[in-house]
T-cell receptor
Framework: QQQVKQSPQSLIVQKGGIPIINCAYE??????FPWYQQFPGKGPALLIA?????SEKKEGRFTISFNKSAKQFSLHIMDSQPGDSATYFC????????????FGTGTRLQVTL | KAGVTQTPRYLIKTRGQQVTLSCSPI?????VSWYQQTPGQGLQFLFE???????NKGNFPGRFSGRQFSNSRSEMNVSTLELGDSALYLC?????????????FGQGTRLTVV
C-alpha cells in the first residue's frame, strides 16, 4: 500500500514540447505530493509540490495536476528546454510526524533541439 | 543560505568493513532523513532523526544505523559492508517536524563496496 507507480520510464520530446509524467498511489493517507528533479551526480532537487485540497498547481513552467478520486497526479513541463533533460521523481508522504517520502521509480527525460 | 552538505562525496570500502557518512543540514532545520539510491531499487528511506531522536525507520537491516547531534548534524553508519550496499546515500533536511514536508537533499555520498 506504500507504493507509488510512475510512468513512463523514459521520455524524449522536442524543445518546446510538453512532457507529461504520471504517478499513481494506493495509500489514501498520503497528503503531500512533491516532484523532484535530479541531474547526474547531483541530489534530487525539489521542484514543486501539491496537497490534495487543490487540483492543480503551477510554478513557472511546471504544473502538477492532481486527481484525488483516481489517486493519480502528474507533472507537466511547459515549453520544455534541453536544460530540463534530467530524471524526474514523484513522491508521496503523510505529513504527520515521523513521516517519510515514498518515491516513484523515476522518469528519464530527454529534450532534443 | 548554505544547502545540505554531505561528506565525503566518494568512498571505496572493502566488503566487511564499516563506514560512517556525515550530513550537515540547512541551518535551522531540525529533521534529517537518509535515503539509499540504487539503479535497481530506486530511492528508499532509511531513517529520520529529529531533535537527536530516531523518529522513523525504513526496512533496512540493523547494520544500518544513524545518529543526530545537538546541532542537528547527522551521521549514518553501515557495518559489515556487503557488495549490495554500493549506492548513493542521500541526506535530506526539513525545516519542520516530519520528514515528508519540503525535504531538501544534499549531493550524496557515493559508496562503492569492493
Amino acid at each position: 500500500q506504500q507504493q507509488v507507480k510512475q510512468s513512463p520510464q523514459s521520455l524524449i520530446v522536442q524543445k518546446g514540447g510538453i512532457p507529461i509524467i504520471n504517478c499513481a498511489y494506493e495509500n489514501t493517507a498520503f497528503d503531500y505530493f512533491p516532484w523532484y528533479q535530479q541531474f547526474p551526480g547531483k541530489g534530487p532537487a525539489l521542484l514543486i509540490a501539491i496537497r490534495p485540497d487543490v487540483s492543480e498547481k503551477k510554478e513557472g513552467r511546471f504544473t502538477i495536476s492532481f486527481n484525488k478520486s483516481a489517486k493519480q497526479f502528474s507533472l507537466h513541463i511547459m515549453d520544455s528546454q534541453p536544460g530540463d533533460s534530467a530524471t524526474y521523481f514523484c513522491a508521496a508522504s503523510n505529513t504527520g510526524t515521523a513521516s517519510k517520502l515514498t518515491f516513484g521509480t523515476g522518469t528519464r527525460l530527454q529534450v532534443t533541439l | 543560505k548554505a544547502g545540505v552538505t554531505q561528506t565525503p562525496r566518494y568512498l571505496i570500502k572493502t566488503r566487511g568493513q564499516q563506514v560512517t557518512l556525515s550530513c550537515s543540514p540547512i541551518s535551522g532545520h531540525r529533521s534529517v532523513s537518509w535515503y539509499q539510491q540504487t539503479p535497481g531499487q530506486g530511492l528508499q528511506f532509511l531513517f529520520e532523526y529529529f531533535s537527536e531522536t530516531q523518529r522513523n525507520k525504513g526496512n533496512f537491516p540493523g547494520r544500518f544505523s544513524g545518529r543526530q547531534f545537538s546541532n542537528s548534524r547527522s551521521e549514518m553508519n553501515v557495518s559489515t559492508l556487503e557488495l549490495g550496499d554500493s549506492a548513493l546515500y542521500l541526506c535530506a533536511s526539513s525545516p519542520f517536524g516530519g520528514a515528508g514536508t519540503e525535504a531538501f537533499f544534499g549531493q550524496g555520498t557515493r559508496l562503492t563496496v569492493v
